[in-house]
């Protein structure tokens, strides 16, 4: 089997994303969730705003329509990590993590739709068990 950098590289990002869950969810009990959100926001942004400048020099090259699906894509975050929050201080941990295991779901569902990306057996049979596994532990 190959190496592969790109899968490595993501899984790395997943663990590293639960690591921050589990300190998110001893301070969401003392914090109320929206803070919470727009302070970690506020860290991110100071840490990561240098880096912007350092990778795109030249904004000019960003066309309108790009603007706009980042825009877009900027309030859907704001919306879904608000709503996450509110959700992740009134269930366990456990049931958070599980529940934003349907990211992918959701995620190749609008794929299929906007994107047309292409809908597989594979993909059908998966999310069916996806689903239902869901439902056993939640339940």
């Known amino acids: 089997m190959k190496f592969n950098l790109p899968i490595l590289l993501l899984f790395l990002a997943q663990f590293v994303w639960a690591i921050s869950w589990l300190f998110t969810k001893k301070a969401i009990q003392f914090i109320n969730p929206v ?10 942004f100071l840490i990561l705003f240098p880096l912007l400048f350092y990778y795109l020099r030249d904004f000019s090259g960003i066309s309108k329509d790009i603007w706009l699906w980042l825009t877009i894509a900027t ?22 993590s599980l529940s934003a295991l349907s990211f992918p779901l959701f995620v190749t569902i609008l794929g299929i739709i906007f994107l047309h990306e292409e809908l597989t057996l594979k993909f059908i049979a998966a999310a069916l068990l996806f689903f239902v596994g869901f439902l056993i532990l939640v339940l």
């Open 35 to 44: 803070f919470l959100y727009v302070l970690e926001t506020m860290i991110g």
């Open 75 to 96: 309030i859907m975050t704001v919306l879904g990590s608000i709503v996450y929050f509110w959700g992740f201080q009134k269930t366990s941990l456990i049931v958070a």
